[in-house]
């Protein structure tokens, strides 16, 4: 089992920063990828940035890449999400995942962490 919680969401006018933080517990020797996601009311969840628990690999979605860094401290078992330039269109619930080894599809969530950006 591995237990992930969100922290760092809130209210930001456009322009501004935000920086969220995932700390994971539990078996975390397990873990392959962290990811982020988003759900904005009304839409699907979507994809954000993930990165490789070992380290070496990072993949954002196309609507982030150059605003968005996603990073780990392994020492402290946290991802961050350091947001940039936020947009209005970036509000949204704002999710981590853990996809383990040997494993195809994110099983572990956290609880989500709200993000506003106001224009």
């Known amino acids: 089992q591995v237990q992930l919680v969100e922290s760092g969401g809130g209210l930001v006018q456009a322009g501004g920063s935000l920086r969220l933080s995932c700390a994971a517990s539990?078996?975390?020797?397990?873990?392959?990828?962290i990811a982020w996601f988003r759900q904005a009311p009304g839409k699907e969840r979507e994809f954000v940035a993930r990165?490789?628990?070992?380290?070496?690999?990072?993949s954002y979605a196309d609507s982030v890449k150059g605003r968005f860094t996603i990073s780990r401290d392994n020492a402290k078992n946290t991802v961050y999400l350091q947001m940039n330039s936020l947009k209005p269109e970036d509000t949204a619930v704002y999710y981590c995942a853990a996809l383990l080894v040997g494993v195809s599809s994110y099983n572990y969530w956290g609880q989500g962490t709200q993000v506003t950006v106001s224009s």
């Open positions: 539990g078996r975390t020797f397990s873990i392959n990828y």
């Open positions: 990165i490789r628990w070992s380290g070496g690999s990072i």
